[in-house]
């Protein structure tokens, strides 16, 4: 605090700023209230601008949290797809949140302190989100301790030390063939199309809206589907065989298309109040599409990914192998196929037979969803 003293037979007030006991700057100011101001004022501005400087001429080698979170969500943000980065990126934050929070540094990581972070986790939001965040948050430590310099590696990863998280796992929504049908009835024009290709290629919400007329080839029948669910996040292109009816309907998109010059199957037709919506554009996410269509069909609401539950689901059901189901899905191991049909309802013991058929018998064909047998003549008619 500035003190009062008697300079030339004045009183005046003198700010002063100490570090490690020695005087590191003072100055004078003069006798009255308002000078006192200005003196704490400024010993406050010195003494933070001497404490930013000693941490810029400090030398360190340690890495902080705030860098590691950084850095290794610029390479998600390189190698996964939008959906895997903003996951990634939304727990990385609530755990820096959480650290930083309570002074952590990044030595100071232990099992304890991941566990304290999961625990809270589970308790507000269940055993499936605390082993996500766990899965997400021990990929991410592994990651800094094999490319970081200065990243502590001596000690265990912290978040795969800590158990899993008890969870109730429920089969995923697979909606009745019915349901699907009585949707698609209901749905005209390019969304009447959109929902036969999810359907004929068990495809992902991103394969479909990504997809450009140039991934479909009408003379061969085939289309190309693009995703980043690989190992290593490279962007995997895959051929698929067309059903009659898919090409039917592509091929009557192609012709009665609004945007002749779009390089996107799909695109934004209307006008929206929407800064998202742009006519003419792909699609994003369509959030609201199929909870007012299912409404409107008056049908249990299921997304554009059930649709590929749908598919899969179906095709094992009439005795499909699992080796063009895997094709279908696109999944790159035969065990991928096993567990997701699994997380479909199917019966454990008939899947093993058929992992079992199928490393004997070795890679399988193209499949494509079987036909209804009425759509096929009106597609073609179309065509």
């Keep these: 605090m500035p003190t009062k003293t008697n300079r030339r037979g004045k009183l005046r007030w003198r700010g002063v700023v100490k570090q490690n006991g020695k005087i590191a700057a003072s100055r004078w100011f003069g006798s009255g209230k308002k000078e006192y101001r200005k003196a704490v004022v400024w010993e406050e501005k010195t003494r933070k601008w ?134 698609l009835a209901l749905a005209k024009g390019q969304d009447h199309v959109m929902l036969t290709a999810f359907l004929h290629l068990a495809a992902r919400r991103g394969e479909i809206f990504n997809l450009t007329w140039q991934d479909v080839n009408f003379e061969e029948g085939q289309v190309f589907l693009s995703t980043r669910k690989t190992r290593d996040g ?77 598919s899969a689901s179906y095709l094992y059901k009439i005795g499909k192998p699992l080796s063009l189901i895997q094709r279908l899905l696109r999944h790159e191991a035969p065990s991928t196929t096993e567990r997701y049909l699994k997380s479909l309802g199917s019966e454990t013991e008939e899947l093993k037979r058929a992992v079992d058929e199928f490393s004997r018998r070795g890679r399988g064909q193209v499949a494509s969803f079987p036909e209804n047998e009425k759509a096929s003549e009106v597609a073609a008619s179309k065509a």
């Design 234 to 310: 490279s962007m995997n292109r895959v051929m698929l065989r067309m059903s009659t009816e898919l090409q039917g309907e592509l091929l009557w998109w192609w012709e009665h298309r609004p945007f002749k010059r779009a390089k996107h199957v799909f695109v934004m037709l209307e006008e929206s109040c929407s800064p998202r919506h742009n006519p003419g554009e792909p699609f994003k996410t369509r959030q609201h599409f199929m909870k007012t269509i299912c409404r409107r069909a008056n049908v249990k609401p299921f997304g554009f990914h059930a649709i590929r539950h749908l």
């Design 50 to 183: 001497l404490l930013e400087e000693a941490r810029r001429t400090i030398p360190t080698d340690s890495l902080s949290l705030l860098d590691w979170g950084n850095e290794y969500l610029s390479f998600s943000r390189r190698r996964h797809s939008g959906k895997t980065y903003k996951e990634k990126k939304a727990v990385i934050q609530r755990f820096l949140g959480f650290a930083i929070q309570a002074g952590r540094e990044m030595d100071e990581i232990t099992p304890g302190v991941a566990m304290k972070f999961l625990q809270a986790q589970f308790d507000v939001r269940g055993g499936n989100a605390a082993n996500k965040d766990r899965k997400n948050l021990a990929a991410a430590w592994q990651w800094g301790r094999k490319y970081l310099d200065g990243f502590p590696r001596n000690q265990v990863n912290p978040f795969s030390a800590v158990d899993k998280f008890p969870q109730q796992k429920h089969p995923r929504y697979v909606p009745p063939r019915e349901d699907f049908d009585r949707v």
